[in-house]
């Protein structure tokens, strides 16, 4: 190939002024460096909401029968009035690679009473060994412990406690209509009490160990409305959901709906569009600065060698050429600060991936989305946006060159060679 | 024989008028003039007398206000500039006083840099540059950029380079004026000798004494007009 001489060109005049080439490069690596630093803050923090705000107790996944919501009536339990084979439902869960951990519950609408205060809340019955592997109810425990599996104990939240007047140790009524029609009717315990700042949780739900519950509400041991799961990446819950209900239907669990926080949490993925769309907010606002900032190098830098062009047009060259010659120098200058971009980048990412800004001494840890955060900025890695920045760039540094390849190639050869 | 129909350039009635402020400077007045392949032109005359100018009408770099120019008989004056600039990348060689080389491009990339936009294949730019390098005195010197280069060497680069592409023409606007006299004698001797062993054409501006002496056809302009043209 008869060798252009507009990339030789383009990427030796880059080289001629280096400490300029070098500020600008610097300066569309610092801007590379901040829209994907910031990125990955903005989705390590969003992801820890989603981890918090689904970790509380509702779990990233959850499966249930296919009529069981928006309902929850209390027949629709998984595989029917039959039942299921709760333990092995459990396993087939567990066995899906990126589970991190599955409980069984039941729910139900009821009456709590102290005696003096009658209160409507939402029964939870959890299996107690099983539920630390995916909520966090027992780390909300501030009073008193948790229920004994399968004893007649209730979990309930601090403020529920303060309205019906009870401690840990006092006993309640508990009242609520059974699966076989009849009016479920017990005394249970109070072992314990949590807080977990968020108000329907401690101000209306009671906790008990399943089979109590189970007894309570007139349902089998094998009849149960959900399986929470935890999984590790918030982001991978919609495919989890869709491989989970693949994998359960083939284990033979019968008709079973197995949805993402995503679809079960609408809230929080509104949340999480708005952070990303700011994000693209600052993308924009920092790729503008960047291409004054390249435009202004190569004004001065064209108009610096004007003398060269007018040389060039001189001796033949056609205005294409030189467009390309200066395009060149662009793409030359996009490719260095690239390079120097990631260079500074990634040592930052797995940096602040491994060992996060923590702010809650500044902050302390505050609700968001109806969510507990502690202000950890973990980053993750905005792997898209590793490579959008990178193409923006580059497009920024070619947008920023076509005005002074224009006007490169505007140079009056005679005039300009005179000095004139 | 000046008006032979293959003349390497031609000028009939030719003028340039600039207007700058209002006032209309005539640089160049109504030149009529052939050059033939193989001479060896000096234009000289005082410094404002359109020596720039007319070099610049024949190498199509200004357009005539009035009047016509022809390069190896192709008529310039009113043509795209597209086809100008295939016309000077294939037909004319260029010498300027000073700035004449790309400071980022070494003495052989500036030097095949026209063979190089007319797509000569590698072997045949390297070819001719080394053997033009070694006729003019600079051979070895070929990977060295500008900066390296004294302002001598830089113009006999320049030089090798306006008569790689075998052009139809050479234009030289003052190519020794920023040279020591040695230097210059050396590049004049160089030309002389490339217009006798190639028949290179050259034409000439210069008010360098020891040029005109050299020339073998010297022509007076004052105020734009030939006073004199003659032969020796
Ligand atoms: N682009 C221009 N604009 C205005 N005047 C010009 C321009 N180029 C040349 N001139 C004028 O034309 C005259 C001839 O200039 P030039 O051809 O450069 O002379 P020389 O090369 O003999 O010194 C001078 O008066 C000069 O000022
Ligand atoms: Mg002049």
Request: with cysteine.
């Amino acid at each position: 190939m008869p060798a252009s001489p507009w990339w030789r060109i383009g990427w030796r005049n880059l080289g001629r002024n280096s400490r300029r080439t070098v500020l600008t490069a610097t300066g569309l690596a610092v801007g590379y460096w901040s829209v994907v630093v910031i990125t990955g803050m903005a989705d390590g923090l969003v992801a820890d909401m989603v981890r918090t705000a689904t970790g509380i107790l509702s779990g990233q996944v959850q499966a249930h029968a296919p009529e069981y919501l928006p309902d929850r009536t209390l027949y629709e339990t998984i595989g029917g009035a039959e039942g299921t084979d709760v333990p092995a439902l459990l396993h087939a869960v567990e066995a899906e690679p990126g589970v991190l951990g599955a409980a069984p519950r039941v729910y139900a609408g009821g009456l709590v009473s102290s005696g003096a205060t009658t209160v409507g809340v939402l029964l939870l019955g959890v299996d107690p060994a099983r539920e630390d592997s995916v909520s966090r109810l027992a780390a909300a425990l501030v009073e008193g412990r948790l229920p004994t599996p399968g004893a007649r104990e209730l979990l309930i939240g601090r403020e529920l406690a303060r309205q019906l007047d009870v401690a840990p140790g006092g006993e309640l009524v508990v009242v609520a209509p059974a699966a076989d029609g009849s009016l479920g009717n017990d005394l249970f315990r109070v072992s314990g009490l949590y807080a977990t700042g968020i108000a329907e949780l401690d101000a209306g739900t009671a906790v008990g160990p399943l089979a109590a519950i189970q007894e309570l509400l007139a349902l089998a041991p094998g009849r149960v409305h959900e399986i929470a799961i935890r999984i590790g990446d918030p982001w991978a819950a919609p495919g989890m959901a869709d491989s989970l209900t693949r994998r359960l239907s083939a284990a033979g669990a019968g008709p079973i709906a197995v949805r993402p926080w995503t679809t079960f949490r609408p809230e929080l993925v509104d949340y999480a569009n708005l952070s990303s769309g700011s994000m693209w907010i600052v993308v924009l606002i920092v790729f503008a600065m960047a291409v004054f900032g390249v435009a202004n190098t190569l004004l001065m830098t064209t108009f610096e060698r004007r003398r060269e062009f007018a040389l060039l047009l001189a001796l033949g060259a056609t205005p294409g050429g030189i467009v390309r010659a200066v395009l060149a120098e662009a793409v030359a200058l996009g490719v260095i600060s690239i390079l120097l971009g990631v260079a500074i980048t990634v040592p930052v990412l797995v940096w602040w991936h491994h060992d996060p800004i923590d702010l809650s001494r500044l902050f302390g840890d505050f609700t968001m989305a109806g969510a507990l955060v502690r202000p950890v900025l973990r980053t993750d890695y905005p792997l898209s946006m590793c490579f959008y920045a990178a193409g923006a760039l580059l497009l920024t540094a070619l947008l920023a060159a076509l005005y002074p390849a224009y006007r490169a190639t505007r140079v009056p050869p005679a005039d300009t060679l005179a000095g004139r | 024989m000046s008006d032979s129909p293959a003349a390497a350039v031609r000028t009939d009635a030719v003028w340039k008028i600039f207007e700058h402020d209002g006032i209309a400077v005539e640089a160049v007045r109504g030149v009529t003039m052939s050059v033939a392949p193989g001479e060896f032109v000096v234009l000289a005359g005082p410094s404002g007398s359109g020596k720039t100018t007319l070099l610049n009408l024949f190498g199509g770099l200004t357009r005539p206000t009035r009047g016509r120019v022809w390069i190896a008989e192709q008529e310039i004056s009113d043509i795209s500039e597209r086809r100008l600039a295939q016309i000077r990348l294939e037909r004319l060689g260029f010498v300027f006083q000073a700035y004449n080389l790309l400071p980022v491009l070494t003495a052989r990339e500036n030097a095949e840099f026209s063979l190089l936009l007319r797509g000569t294949p590698e072997a045949e730019r390297r070819q001719r540059v080394t053997a033009l390098f070694e006729r003019i005195g600079i051979a070895g010197l070929e990977d060295r950029r500008p900066g390296k280069l004294s302002g001598g060497q830089q113009q006999r680069v320049a030089v090798a380079r306006a008569v790689v592409g075998e052009p139809a023409l050479v234009l030289a606007d003052e190519p020794t004026a920023n040279l020591d006299s040695a230097s210059s004698d050396a590049l004049l001797e160089v030309m002389v000798q490339l217009n006798q062993e190639l028949g290179t054409t050259f034409v000439f501006a210069t008010h360098d004494t020891r040029l005109m002496e050299r020339a073998k056809r010297l022509i007076h302009l004052v105020d734009g007009a030939v006073a004199s043209d003659t032969r020796r």
